[in-house]
T-cell receptor, first 114, second 115 residues
Framework: DTEVTQTPKHLVMGMTNKKSLKCEQH?????MYWYKQKAKKPPELMFV???????INESVPSRFSPECPNSSLLNLHLHALQPEDSALYLC?????????????FGPGTRLTVT | AQSVAQPEDQVNVAEGNPLTVKCTYS??????LFWYVQYPNRGLQFLLK??????LVKGSYGFEAEFNKSQTSFHLKKPSALVSDSALYFC?????????????FGGGTRLMVKP
């Protein structure tokens, strides 16, 4: 199974809402990533978890809060977002963080902030 | 610092013709290089990677890429394009000294294959 799943597929939220994005993989991967992608642009790294610990935070605003409950799950908690946060949010996983393992991406959650 | 350039925003090719999508990179050490493809409203799919060894790397769906250290390039190629190859292609690089497996992506190239 080389699949990374993400829910929901689409999310519309107001600026005062609190919502969460979920990501799951069952490949035994120990590194998981959150990316933000604007239309026709490359993905931008937000967070990296390695062995369930946050290892990289790319200076992401605190209105985005990641969580890794276990080695298969990755959440992204959203609160008080701005319209410019509307984007495709991609989750990815890889066997590890240190070696040149390829990253496997989920289909993404398309977020619209109104 | 590491960076990637994909000089063409779009590449147009007729079905059955060979295709090339260009990528050049810059790293301070030795590179790990990757190609990903993205279909509309989908995540990125891994195509192939170069780590070390043979400069010609073969990947999924008949794609291959050639690593050229002197030209710092890693162009994606396919001998015969299919309409279904139409998608957005991203080249990515990681410096071997980058322990975080942090990829830097190029800006993307849209490949249009016409029947």
């Amino acid at each position: 199974d080389t699949e990374v799943t993400q829910t929901p597929k689409h999310l519309v939220m107001g600026m005062t809402n609190k919502k969460s994005l979920k990501c799951e993989q069952h490949m035994g991967h120990r590194a998981m990533y959150w990316y933000k992608q604007k239309a026709k642009k490359p993905p931008e790294l937000m967070f990296v978890y390695s062995y369930e610990k946050l290892s990289i935070n790319e200076s992401v605003p605190s209105r985005f809060s990641p969580e890794c409950p276990n080695s298969s799950l990755l959440n992204l908690h959203l609160h008080a977002l701005q319209p410019e946060d509307s984007a495709l949010y991609l989750c990815a996983s890889s066997q590890g963080q240190g070696d040149p393992y390829e990253q496997y991406f989920g289909p993404g959650t398309r977020l619209t902030v109104t | 610092a590491q960076s990637v350039a994909q000089p063409e925003d779009q590449v147009n090719v007729a079905e059955g013709n060979p295709l090339t999508v260009k990528c050049t990179y810059s790293v301070s050490g030795n590179p790990y290089l990757f190609w990903y493809v993205q279909y509309p409203n989908r995540g990125l799919q891994f195509l192939l990677k170069y780590i070390t060894g043979d400069n010609l790397v073969k990947g999924s769906y008949g794609f291959e890429a050639e690593f050229n250290k002197s030209q710092t390039s890693f162009h994606l190629k396919k001998p015969s394009a299919l309409v279904s190859d139409s998608a957005l292609y991203f080249c990515a690089v990681r410096d071997m000294t980058n322990a975080g497996n942090m990829l830097t992506f190029g800006g993307g190239t849209r490949l249009m294959v016409k029947p």
